[in-house]
Structure formats: C-alpha cells, structure tokens
C-alpha cells in the first residue's frame, strides 16, 4: 500500500467512523522513512530518569494529597516509553484504567490508540498520563484543587521524560498545562510554547466519540503533530 493510501484509508476513517480502521499489518508506517517509525528511540535507557519515573509511580501509589483518593482502586501513574516523541495527557482515569491501574485502556484508550497509529507513532514508544491519577468518583471532572494537588507528579514525569512534543487530550489537561481558562477550541491548532517543549491541544477522545464533528479537527491536529516531528 502506498503512502498516500494509507493515510487516505486514516483520513476517511477519522471522516467517517472506525468500523473499517485497520492499519496494513505489516507495513511501515512512514513510506518516506521505512523502517524508522516516528518516535524511534533516541538514545539508550537512562537509568536515572527511570529512577525519577519509578519514584513519582511508587508516590502516587500512596499518595492521599487530595480527596480523589478516597474512591481509587488503584492509582494511575501513567506509562510507556522513557524516551518517548510524544507524551500524552488525558484528564483522569476511568473505571477501566482505576481497575487495571493502566492509562487510556477503556474506550476511549482504545480510540486514542488509533490516533496514534494515525500520527505515525507507536503507542509503546510514547508516554501516556493524567493530570490527575485517581479516578474521580462516577467520573466527574477533577476538580481545580485536586488538579492542583496532582500537577506536580505530571510535571516530574515531564521532566524527567523531555518529550519533543505534549498533547494534551481535551479541555482540562489543556487548561492545566497551559495555565489558562480558554477553551480548549481556542487552544487546538497551533503549536504551544511550554517551557520549551511544543504542545499541542486537541480535543478528548471520550468527546469525539460522541461528536463526529471533532473528527476533522482532530485529525488535522495530528497531522500537525506528525509534521511536528519530522521537522524537530
Ligand atoms: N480518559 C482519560 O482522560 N484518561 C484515561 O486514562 C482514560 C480515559
Ligand atoms: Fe494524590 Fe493525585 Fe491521587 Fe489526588 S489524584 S490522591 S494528588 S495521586
């Protein structure tokens, strides 16, 4: 399959709905860099910024900082790559991932995944985290204190990662990486200075499901995060 099919095949999905989403097994991914997925690593394991990510995993497995902790079954730290291209950062866990103590593993995790597929990455090769890492109860928006109490284990994870870029799914993960009230409608489609690293804002995948209007924009948002890439 060529290049330009294959993202064609993207494109009408993300247009028209997922029933059909299937990348070619067994293709590469990027036809004008075979071989060298987007996100290949960049340099070899780096035992201390495994150490800083193991350190927030083991704090936030005992942290009771804010009320969120009452309800969790269990803490969502986040996972992946140490070395990713890309970091990820959704809202909060759902009842899957507080159940399986996973990142983005429910329904909406199973369409984030084509998203990333879609950009030209691998999953296991970027990062994906919450702003918070306790399932607010019946899945209600965390609330600011609680986003507040939570931020500073996302930003040891973003220190220790480095990713080259930040996307921020959805609205709250936005605002709080941001520093801002806009909605994140006004924040997608363009490309975020945060402390030196791009950012990149775009809709939730929980919102998109549930309004194909997102699509195009969404889709236009990770076109733009593949360009991001093969430019950095
Ligand atoms: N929604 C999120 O924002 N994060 C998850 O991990 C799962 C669903
Ligand atoms: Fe701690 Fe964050 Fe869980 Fe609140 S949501 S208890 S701050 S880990």
Same mark, same amino acid.
């Not at 330009?4 to 990027?30: C, M, N, V, Y």
């Given at each position: 399959m060529t290049k330009?099919?294959?993202?064609?095949?993207? &494109? &009408?999905?993300?247009?028209? #709905?997922? $029933?059909?989403? +299937?990348? =070619? /097994?067994? !293709?590469? %991914? /990027?036809a004008d860099s075979p071989g060298a =997925?987007?996100?290949?690593r960049r340099r070899a394991a780096d035992p201390a910024r495994q150490a800083a990510l193991d350190a927030v995993a083991r704090e936030v497995a005992g942290c009771s900082r804010c009320q969120l902790s009452l309800n969790r079954t269990r803490t969502v730290a986040g /996972?992946?790559?140490?070395?990713? =291209?890309?970091?990820? @950062?959704?809202?909060?866990? #759902?009842?899957e991932e507080d159940r399986t103590g996973r990142p983005f593993v429910g329904a909406a995790g199973r369409y984030l995944d084509k998203w990333i597929a879609a950009a030209g990455l691998d999953r296991r090769a970027c990062f994906i985290a919450n702003?918070?890492?306790? %399932?607010? =109860? !019946?899945? +209600? /928006?965390?609330?600011p204190d609680e986003i507040g109490a939570c931020l500073p284990y996302l930003e040891r994870q973003i220190a220790a990662l480095a990713p080259r870029a930040i996307v921020c799914l959805g609205r709250i993960?936005? !605002?709080?990486?941001? #520093?801002?009230?806009?909605? @994140? #409608?006004?924040?997608?489609? $363009?490309v975020h200075d945060r402390r030196g690293i791009p950012l990149l804002a775009t809709y939730h995948p929980s919102a998109v499901l549930s309004d194909q209007g997102l699509r195009a924009p969404v889709w236009e948002d990770l076109k733009r995060l593949k360009g991001l890439l093969r430019d950095a």
């Open positions: 330009r099919s294959a993202l064609d095949l993207i &494109d &009408d999905w993300l247009a028209t #709905g997922f $029933k059909s989403a +299937r990348l =070619p /097994e067994g !293709q590469p %991914r /990027e =997925p987007l996100g290949a /996972e992946g790559s140490i070395d990713p =291209p890309v970091l990820f @950062v959704g809202e909060g866990p #759902g009842e702003c918070v890492k306790c %399932r607010p =109860p !019946q899945n +209600r /928006e965390p609330h993960a936005s !605002q709080a990486l941001l #520093g801002t009230s806009t909605g @994140v #409608g006004a924040l997608r489609g $363009k």
